[in-house]
């Protein structure tokens, strides 16, 4: 398992990710897709065992902010807020899990969600967080979960504690207590 610093500020790091040896996440500090109206225009990619799990941008032929596998959008489809970013994938079992990060506005930041990806398709659970970017993202090989660390906040103010996420097998814990994992409507909306 290897780690990147993301985003790092006066000796603070604010990012962490984790990634498998045969996975790498599109930077999402790149410069953006060309345009197209013609076809679809892809925010990030990840590669997987089962195809490329991707995210649609503005400005292309499929709705914005979108999770798809191989070209076909996700069940539930998820749905990002101003953007919608695939950071990382890790092989767990018989499927991947692959993080979206969903990007917001000023009230909460940035959401994540974790999409079970398999020979079936991209499936995404609700998205979750504290509004605040992960601080670790890695996968509990044991547990079968991914864990995300992320500092807590309330009101725009660091509460100087932090929260701990776990998801699989198809639910969401924080720091050990359930949280709804399911998306109404049949879309999971960041």
């Known amino acids: ?103 917001g506005g000023s009230g909460c930041p940035t959401l994540y969600s974790v999409a079970t990806v398999d020979s079936s398709g991209a499936h995404p659970t609700a998205f979750f967080g504290s509004c605040a970017d992960a601080s670790h993202i890695s996968l509990s090989a044991a547990a079968h979960k991914i864990v995300l660390k992320m500092p807590v906040f309330k009101n725009g103010q660091n509460l100087k504690s932090s929260t701990t996420f776990e998801v699989g097998d198809g639910k969401i814990l924080r720091d050990g207590k359930p949280v709804n994992a399911a998306c109404p409507g049949n879309v999971c909306a960041g």
């Open 1 to 103: 398992m290897k780690f990147a610093t993301i985003f790092a500020t006066a000796g603070i790091t604010l990012c962490t990710i984790a990634s498998g040896p045969a996975f790498a996440g599109t930077d999402p500090f790149a410069a953006p897709a060309p345009v197209s109206k013609s076809g679809p225009v892809f925010a990030s990619t990840v590669k997987t065992r089962f195809g490329l799990v991707q995210t649609s941008d503005y400005g292309s032929s499929t709705p914005p902010n979108r999770l798809f596998l191989n070209g076909k959008e996700s069940s539930p489809s998820a749905v990002g807020n101003n953007h919608l970013i695939a950071i990382s994938a890790f092989e767990n079992g018989d499927h991947d899990d692959v993080v979206l990060k969903s990007v």
